[in-house]
């Protein structure tokens, strides 16, 4: 079992900041993740990518977040962070923390998702 625990949404004015944090939570004694992201779903739309990170540190944006919002993680407390500025009405979302995993003991990739926490943002 693995659950990812969030924290760090809320309410804010446009123009304001907001950070996430998202933790990987396991008993396992030996644990690693390959690839943490965030994901958003506002009213009606699908869900998307907001960004990711790999354990070697590739990043990937959405371009409506580029120049906004920074991604990072600790790898050894596999744990992802969101730090979103300069913040929009169309920001306004669930965030969902997604956490990748490749299972060596059964050779295939898992997946983990948070409960999300909601982004809002207002004008």
């Known amino acids: 079992q693995v659950q990812l625990v969030e924290s760090g949404g809320g309410l804010v004015q446009a123009g304001g900041s907001l950070r996430l944090s998202c933790a990987a939570l396991?008993?396992?004694?030996?644990?690693?993740?390959?690839?943490m992201g965030w994901y958003r779903q506002a009213p009606g739309k699908q869900r998307e990518l907001v960004a990711d990170?790999?354990?070697?540190?590739?990043?990937n944006y959405a371009d409506s977040v580029k120049g906004r919002f920074t991604i990072s993680r600790d790898n050894a407390k596999n744990t992802v962070y969101l730090q979103m500025n300069s913040l929009k009405p169309e920001d306004t979302a669930v965030y969902y923390c997604?956490?990748?995993?490749?299972?060596?003991?059964?050779?295939?990739?898992?997946?983990?998702w948070s409960q999300g926490t909601q982004v809002t943002v207002s004008s």
């Open positions: 997604r956490a990748d995993r490749f299972d060596q003991a059964f050779g295939v990739p898992r997946t983990y």
């Open positions: 396991t008993s396992r004694i030996i644990f690693s993740i390959s690839t």
């Open positions: 990170i790999t354990s070697t540190g590739g990043i």
